[in-house]
């Protein structure tokens, strides 16, 4: 089965502060996705990345950044967080194929 | 551009009731269609797909049919149980396109 694994279920930071999420897949996908998700939004996509150290702009890409150093990581960074970026993030991975995307569980993030 | 359209919710029904969330999209070309399930405290689940028209996706007692004539892709059920409780998430990837479009989710319940 595919898995694919985010850093923390939970996590609370304050205004302003850096803020790091993490995903990581065993399948050897190329394409990796990250999405907040927001009631009555539905899920909205933030970057996704399509090879290491490649990465494009998803719909919302305002105050965050990502990483793709190795293949099965890529990184969530809110460089200053804000009370706005509340929310639920997921990760997604998924072969070079169009395919299904495989979810991670998901990291509700709190901004104080 | 790429939209999807679905039903609002929440659906409140009870045990071996029939189900039905509607899903309409617009886009380009000619979109594979998915339909994902989030259950509580969890990530999405690929439910079940269609990659071109008139195909059926099923599962889980779960079915939808790709039909282009209305741009449609509903859900139905016909005799839901209480672990089918959770939100349902129709989406599409248009031809040539990396990413998932998403609605914005249905919350059902079911009650014994």
């Known amino acids: 089965d595919v898995k694919v694994t985010q850093s923390s279920r939970y996590l609370v930071k304050r205004t302003g502060e850096k803020v790091f999420l993490e995903c990581v897949q065993d399948?050897?996908?190329?394409?990796m996705f990250w999405y907040r998700q927001d009631p009555g939004l539905g899920l909205r996509l933030i970057y996704f990345?399509?090879?290491?150290?490649?990465?494009e702009k998803g719909d919302i890409p305002e105050g965050y950044s990502v990483s793709r150093e190795k293949k099965e990581r890529f990184s969530l960074i809110l460089e200053s967080a804000s009370t706005n970026q509340t929310s639920m993030y997921l990760c997604?991975?998924?072969?070079?194929?169009?395919?299904?995307?495989?979810f991670g569980p998901g990291t509700r993030l709190t901004v104080l | 551009g790429n939209s999807v359209t679905q039903m609002e919710g929440p659906v409140t029904l009870s045990e071996e009731a029939f189900l039905t969330i509607n899903c309409t999209y617009t886009?380009?070309?000619?979109?594979?269609l998915f339909w994902y399930v989030q259950y509580p405290g969890e990530g999405l689940q690929l439910l079940l797909k269609?990659?071109?028209?008139?195909d059926k996706g099923s599962n889980k007692g779960f079915e939808a049919t790709y039909r282009k004539e209305t741009t449609s892709f509903h859900l139905e059920k016909g005799s839901v149980q209480v672990s089918d409780s959770a939100v349902y998430f129709c989406a599409l990837q248009s031809t040539g396109a990396n990413n998932l479009f998403f609605g914005t989710g249905t919350r059902l319940t079911v009650i014994p």
């Open positions: 269609a990659t071109k028209a008139d």
């Open positions: 997604a991975s998924r072969t070079g194929l169009p395919n299904e995307q495989f």
């Open positions: 990345s399509y090879d290491v150290k490649m990465k």
């Open positions: 399948m050897d996908h190329e394409n």
């Open positions: 886009a380009t070309g000619y979109p594979s």
